[in-house]
Nanobody
Framework: QVQVVESGGGLVQPGGSLRVSCKVF????????MAWYRQAPGKQRELVAR???????NYVESVKGRFTISRDNTNDTADLQMNDLTAEDTAVYYC???????????????????WGQGTQVTVSS
């Protein structure tokens, strides 16, 4: 009943910029934290940036000053603007959302963790 869909990945040269976006679909009551994670080949998934429903962001040290996370609570979207990209940023990027939605069942509001399918970001010359 909830779906998270990412878009905007692709190939970019070192030093370039890219923006990835995600949108949450469903009968949404509230979205608490939203976040972007990434997973590079042979590595564990790591948190890149997180933003509260009040708009307070935090970032992993390696992307501070280069990446900016933002969200639009009206449209249930979150974006990650990535600047000054390096090869080390190459990964599949996943959007995460902490969603409370109308279930239509006896438990009218249900809360859960939802992930998108991932979007590939490749930084290469």
């Amino acid at each position: 009943q909830v779906q998270v869909v990412e878009s905007g990945g692709g190939l970019v040269q070192p030093g370039g910029s890219l923006r990835v976006s995600c949108k949450v679909f469903g009968s949404i009551f509230r979205i608490a934290d939203m976040a972007w994670y990434r997973q590079a080949p042979g590595k564990q998934r790591e948190l890149v940036a997180r933003i509260t429903d009040g708009g307070l962001p935090n970032y992993v040290e390696s992307v501070k000053g280069r990446f900016t996370i933002s969200r639009d609570n009206t449209n249930d979207t979150a974006d990650l603007q990535m600047n000054d990209l390096t090869a080390e940023d190459t990964a599949v990027y996943y959007c995460y959302a902490d969603v409370t939605y109308y279930s239509g069942g006896p438990e009218q509001l249900v809360r859960g963790d939802y992930w998108g399918q991932g979007t590939q970001v490749t930084v290469s010359s």
